[in-house]
Nanobody, 123 residues
C-alpha cells in the first residue's frame, strides 16, 4: 500500500512562489511515476505536472509550463512541485498521485492519491 502526504500549500499574492511536497511511504519512490493535479471550486480535477519513475521525463499542462517545475528526491522519497509567478487561476486543492504502470498525466490511470493541500492566490 502506498501513502501520499502533501504539504506546502498556503495563501499567497499573485507573483509569489510556493513549493509543494509529496512524501511517499509504503513503497520505493523509484518504482512509480508521479503526478500533480489540482481542483478548483466547481471544476474538475485537472492535470498539472508529471515525472517519470526514473525522473528523466517530465510533462506539464500548458497553463503552467515555464512557471512550475516538478522534481523528485529519491533519498527522501519525496516529489516536489515548485510553483513560481503564481496567478489567481492557480488557486485550488493540489493533489499528488502515483501510478506504477499507467500514464501519470491521465487522472484515471493513477492508483494512489494524497489528501490534497490548498493553494490560494489572491490578486
Amino acid at each position: 500500500q502506498v501513502q501520499l502526504v502533501e504539504s506546502g500549500g498556503g495563501s499567497v499574492q499573485a507573483g509569489d512562489s510556493l513549493r509543494l511536497s509529496c512524501a511517499v511511504s509504503g513503497r520505493t519512490l523509484s518504482t512509480y511515476s508521479m503526478g500533480w493535479f489540482r481542483e478548483a471550486p466547481g471544476k474538475e480535477r485537472e492535470f498539472v505536472a508529471a515525472i517519470s519513475y526514473s525522473g528523466g521525463s517530465t510533462d506539464y499542462a500548458t497553463s503552467v509550463k515555464g512557471r512550475f517545475t516538478i522534481s523528485r528526491e529519491y533519498a527522501k522519497n519525496t516529489v516536489y512541485l515548485q510553483m513560481n509567478s503564481l496567478k489567481p487561476d492557480d488557486t485550488g486543492v493540489y493533489y499528488c498521485a502515483a501510478t506504477r504502470f499507467g500514464i501519470a498525466t491521465i487522472k484515471d490511470q493513477n492508483d494512489y492519491w494524497g489528501q490534497g493541500t490548498q493553494v490560494t492566490v489572491s490578486s
